[in-house]
């Protein structure tokens, strides 16, 4: 399980990274593209009023059992 994840501006590590999530912390799920979950961040541990994009592959999702929106960056 993760420690810290960076939520990046778009789905690249190469743009600002907007906040970091430690464990615990949430967001609600808008879709995903590839291997990166688009987030809420309005609705959030960390409350901020934009959308980032986390790597999957850094978190554990609670209710991802059914297939997320496929998105385009």
Known sequence: MMTEA????????????????????????LGQSGTWL?????????????QGWINRDLVGCNGCNAPLPVLTP
């Open 6 to 29: 960076r939520v990046y501006q778009s789905p690249l590590t190469t743009t600002p990274v907007l906040l970091t999530f430690a464990s615990g912390d949430w967001s609600k799920v």
């Open 38 to 50: 688009k987030l809420d961040l309005a609705d959030s541990s960390i409350p901020t009023p934009t």
